[in-house]
T-cell receptor, first 113, second 116 residues
Framework: DTEVTQTPKHLVMGMTNKKSLKCEQH?????MYWYKQKAKKPPELMFV???????INESVPSRFSPECPNSSLLNLHLHALQPEDSALYLC????????????FGPGTRLTVL | GESVGLHLPTLSVQEGDNSIINCAYSNSASDYFIWYKQESGKGPQFIIDIRSNMDKRQGQRVTVLLNKTVKHLSLQIAATQPGDSAVYFCAENPSYLYNQGGKLIFGQGTELSVKP
């Protein structure tokens, strides 16, 4: 299995909702990443997990809360988001920190109303 | 400051022609440079990488050239096909960021359109 999967593919939520994005990989990778991507822009790093521990938080607002339950799963919990948080949220993994090759999932297209 | 940028935001080529996508970087302390392809509605897909101690690396129909003297990276696609239409991002993997989880620094992207 050489895939990173993400669910859901699309998500529409109101500003008072709580939702979660999920990411899974079965490649034995020990580093996992969350990125945010706006249209026609490069991915922006949000969080990095290494061996299930949070390694980097790129000063992301607390309304985004990551979680790594085990080495194959990565979640992003969303609460009280703003319309400007609408974007494509990408998950990626790599064999180790400083990969350099990161495998990306297809993303979750999030719309905040 | 550090940056990885691309010279052109869009590139249009005829099917069958060769494509060259360029990238300029400002940070000399990178071990790897990577090219990603992102098709519409999909996540970025790794194409090829090159280590900083190399000048050239070839893959299937793609070649990456690294000129450290002028801090320039390019991706050449031979016999471009409609399936090559996508946004191409260069990225660098600075060694000084390894303790920050192997952070990639992405360029702005070039949108390649292939005309049949």
């Amino acid at each position: 299995d050489t895939e990173v999967t993400q669910t859901p593919k699309h998500l529409v939520m109101g500003m008072t909702n709580k939702k979660s994005l999920k990411c899974e990989q079965h490649m034995g990778h020990r580093a996992m990443y969350w990125y945010k991507q706006k249209a026609k822009k490069p991915p922006e790093l949000m969080f990095v997990y290494s061996y299930e521990k949070l390694s980097i938080n790129e000063s992301v607002p607390s309304r985004f809360s990551p979680e790594c339950p085990n080495s194959s799963l990565l979640n992003l919990h969303l609460h009280a988001l703003q319309p400007e948080d609408s974007a494509l949220y990408l998950c990626a993994s790599s064999r180790r920190l400083a990969g350099p090759e990161q495998f990306f999932g297809p993303g979750t297209r999030l719309t905040v109303l | 400051g550090e940056s990885v940028g691309l010279h052109l935001p869009t590139l249009s080529v005829q099917e069958g022609d060769n494509s060259i996508i360029n990238c300029a970087y400002s940070n000399s302390a990178s071990d790897y440079f990577i090219w990603y392809k992102q098709e519409s509605g999909k996540g970025p897909q790794f194409i090829i990488d090159i280590r900083s101690n190399m000048d050239k690396r070839q893959g299937q129909r793609v070649t990456v050239l690294l000129n450290k003297t002028v801090k320039h990276l390019s991706l050449q696609i031979a016999a471009t096909q409609p399936g090559d239409s996508a946004v191409y991002f260069c990225a660098e993997n600075p060694s000084y960021l390894y303790n920050q989880g192997g952070k990639l620094i992405f360029g702005q992207g070039t949108e390649l359109s292939v005309k049949p």
